[in-house]
């Protein structure tokens, strides 16, 4: 066989190879989607034209591959060893975020590694490192026995795909400043996508999404919304939710002497999850989350999206601060931060500073974690307080206590000279719950001894997390002193736990 005919096969049997195991990932999101699954064999216009992409895909890999070895099976193998690699991680993000993988999560990967212990228990370790254990060996059977091709038969290969990687970028560069609008629209007639994971996967598959989602970033940012150009006024597209509205309204007709602190709490992992409980569980957990409803009952809550499920804090993180909605931030929604980490936004950090507020953020993570310590400078906060400051505080379990973290925002309000705005992001209730995170005498001091036989062990675990997040809202309720300001408290959930359902019922 030829060098030319070598280099053609492998790159057919990558391109194919990409394509299929793309139709395998699909199958998953199908299943989700729809009541029946959708036979792997249908065809359609978007379908095929996700398979052509896929194809393409693995094709510009193949080349990649090539450059570097200089054997097309060898190169073959990497891309079909990595195809085998991102459809295990997209089927195990389906299983525990119900979400398919998304080009964004590439950003998150440095924190994969940094942060171990936050996405590691999620990972199907064994299969993934069998996998590449097999890669491996069959790698070096490949360098041995295959011959590198003749650089002069390979090189016009390798400058067709160097040509496609250029074109590529090119074109983001040109659409991100509105130029050559028509092909962008052909473009995503062809490849439908928008800015729901679930939906473009379902049309034009993962991989095949996920390298259109970056077109639909250079369309927003190319047409220049308000939130882009104006950032130091509120953009008339910024709609909080009814409360905060209502909250900023009442606001506008203070003096600045009458001026209320105001806390807005992130609730990590939060969930009412009473609705979800048999009678039986429900009426064995008694009053159980007072202070929430209490909260509830004031219209102090804000809502917290169905398909906000066990992960991407920072999407309804960056709703709530900015007011900014979904349809209108495309794929940028996917991980708003990107955009919050290199340009300054409006948002009600800089309305409360605006009105002579100060202006803090606390967190009791790592500063760097999502980028915040370059998001919350450029949101408007005067200050911003992360583990470096509050490790102090006492924990429960791994992460720090809410009701330590509740005391140590009440103590800095009491001490303030101004009226001050805390946005307060809880970490206590993290996932994963591992067996063996808290102890017998932390949970029985939480939930009674013939309560516990009712839920596993990882459910009683969250449970006793949020029994202290709501005694948190408590302090944070705690009626003022004479001439002391009052705290307006609000609260959300950042997303649903990622827990099965089934532990519940």
Same mark, same amino acid.
């Given at each position: 066989?030829?060098?030319?005919?070598?280099?053609?096969?492998?790159?057919?049997?990558?391109?194919?190879?990409?394509?299929?195991?793309?139709?395998?990932?699909?199958?998953?999101?199908?299943?989700?989607?729809?009541?029946?699954?959708?036979?792997?064999?249908?065809?359609?216009?978007?379908?095929?034209?996700?398979?052509? $992409?896929?194809? /393409?895909? &693995?094709?510009? #890999? %193949?080349?990649?591959? !090539? =450059? *570097?070895?200089? +054997?097309?099976?060898?190169? @073959?193998?990497?891309?079909?060893?990595?195809?085998?690699?991102?459809?295990?991680?997209?089927?195990?993000?389906?299983?525990?975020?119900?979400?398919?993988?998304?080009?964004?999560?590439?950003?998150?990967?440095?924190?994969?590694?940094?942060?171990?212990?936050?996405?590691?228990?999620?990972?199907?370790?064994?299969?993934?490192?069998?996998?590449?254990?097999?890669?491996?060996?069959?790698?070096?059977?490949?360098?041995?026995?295959?011959?590198?091709?003749?650089?002069?038969?390979?090189?016009?290969?390798? $400058?067709?795909? /160097?040509? &496609?990687?250029? #074109? %590529?970028?090119?074109? !983001? =560069? *040109?659409?991100? +400043?509105?130029?050559?609008? @028509?092909?962008?629209?052909?473009?995503?007639?062809?490849?439908?996508?928008?800015?729901?994971?679930?939906?473009?996967?379902?049309?034009?598959?993962?991989?095949?999404?996920?390298?259109?989602?970056?077109?639909?970033?250079?369309?927003?940012?190319?047409?220049?919304?308000?939130?882009?150009?104006?950032?130091?006024?509120?953009?008339?597209?910024?709609?909080?939710?009814?409360?905060?509205?209502?909250?900023?309204?009442?606001?506008?007709?203070?003096?600045?002497?009458?001026?209320?602190?105001?806390?807005?709490?992130?609730?990590?992992?939060?969930?009412?999850?009473?609705?979800?409980?048999?009678?039986?569980?429900?009426?064995?957990?008694?009053?159980?989350?007072?202070?929430?409803?209490?909260?509830?009952?004031?219209?102090?809550?804000?809502?917290?999206?169905?398909?906000?499920?066990?992960?991407?804090?920072?999407?309804?993180?960056?709703?709530?601060?900015?007011?900014?909605?979904?349809?209108?931030?495309?794929?940028?929604?996917?991980?708003?931060?990107?955009?919050?980490?290199?340009?300054?936004?409006?948002?009600?950090?800089?309305?409360?500073?605006?009105?002579?507020?100060?202006?803090?953020?606390?967190?009791?993570?790592?500063?760097?974690?999502?980028?915040?310590?370059?998001?919350?400078?450029?949101?408007?906060?005067?200050?911003?307080?992360?583990?470096?400051?509050?490790?102090?505080?006492?924990?429960?379990?791994?992460?720090?206590?809410?009701?330590?973290?509740?005391?140590?925002?009440?103590?800095?309000?009491?001490?303030?000279?101004?009226?001050?705005?805390?946005?307060?992001?809880?970490?206590?209730?993290?996932?994963?719950?591992?067996?063996?995170?808290?102890?017998?005498?932390?949970?029985?001091?939480?939930?009674?001894?013939?309560?516990?036989?009712?839920?596993?062990?990882?459910?009683?675990?969250?449970?006793?997390?949020?029994?202290?997040?709501?005694?948190?809202?408590?302090?944070?309720?705690?009626?003022?002193?004479?001439?002391?300001?009052?705290?307006?408290?609000?609260?959300?959930?950042?997303?649903?736990?990622?827990?099965?359902?089934?532990?519940?019922?």
């Amino acid at each position: 066989m030829t060098d030319t005919y070598r280099i053609l096969t492998g790159l057919l049997i990558a391109g194919a190879l990409s394509a299929l195991l793309q139709r395998l990932a699909m199958f998953n999101v199908r299943k989700r989607e729809h009541s029946s699954p959708v036979p792997f064999w249908q065809t359609g216009p978007a379908r095929l034209a996700g398979d052509g $992409l896929a194809f /393409l895909i &693995g094709a510009e #890999l %193949y080349l990649f591959f !090539l =450059f *570097f070895t200089g +054997r097309p099976f060898l190169a @073959s193998l990497f891309v079909v060893a990595l195809d085998v690699l991102l459809v295990l991680l997209n089927n195990a993000k389906e299983q525990t975020l119900r979400e398919p993988l998304v080009l964004a999560d590439a950003i998150l990967l440095g924190q994969v590694f940094r942060y171990p212990h936050m996405y590691f228990p999620f990972f199907p370790i064994k299969i993934i490192l069998l996998t590449l254990l097999c890669g491996c060996g069959c790698a070096v059977f490949l360098f041995t026995v295959e011959t590198s091709v003749s650089f002069s038969v390979s090189t016009p290969f390798l $400058l067709g795909g /160097l040509l &496609g990687i250029v #074109l %590529y970028f090119a074109g !983001l =560069f *040109f659409f991100s +400043r509105g130029r050559f609008v @028509s092909i962008q629209q052909k473009m995503l007639h062809l490849w439908p996508v928008g800015g729901n994971a679930v939906a473009d996967a379902s049309v034009n598959g993962p991989l095949s999404a996920a390298l259109m989602h970056p077109l639909l970033s250079a369309i927003i940012t190319g047409r220049k919304p308000d939130f882009l150009m104006q950032w130091k006024t509120r953009s008339a597209s910024s709609r909080f939710a009814e409360p905060i509205e209502s909250l900023l309204s009442h606001l506008e007709h203070l003096p600045q002497e009458q001026l209320p602190h105001v806390v807005l709490v992130q609730a990590e992992s939060f969930s009412d999850i009473r609705g979800k409980l048999s009678p039986h569980k429900r009426e064995a957990l008694g009053p159980f989350l007072q202070n929430w409803d209490a909260l509830v009952t004031q219209n102090r809550t804000l809502p917290t999206s169905d398909d906000a499920f066990g992960a991407y804090t920072m999407r309804t993180e960056f709703l709530h601060l900015t007011g900014i909605l979904q349809e209108q931030l495309g794929s940028f929604f996917f991980n708003p931060y990107i955009l919050a980490s290199q340009r300054p936004l409006w948002s009600l950090a800089r309305y409360f500073g605006a009105r002579g507020y100060d202006t803090v953020c606390m967190h009791p993570y790592y500063k760097d974690f999502f980028r915040r310590d370059r998001v919350m400078p450029n949101l408007g906060f005067n200050r911003f307080s992360s583990l470096d400051d509050l490790a102090h505080l006492q924990k429960f379990g791994p992460y720090i206590s809410d009701v330590a973290l509740g005391s140590q925002v009440l103590m800095q309000l009491h001490a303030a000279t101004v009226p001050t705005f805390v946005f307060l992001v809880t970490v206590e209730a993290h996932g994963p719950w591992l067996p063996g995170r808290l102890s017998k005498a932390d949970i029985a001091t939480r939930i009674p001894e013939s309560t516990q036989q009712l839920f596993s062990e990882k459910h009683l675990q969250y449970l006793c997390h949020i029994h202290n997040t709501d005694a948190m809202f408590g302090i944070l309720q705690t009626p003022p002193a004479h001439n002391e300001r009052p705290v307006l408290l609000y609260a959300y959930s950042d997303h649903q736990p990622a827990l099965s359902g089934k532990g519940w019922t």
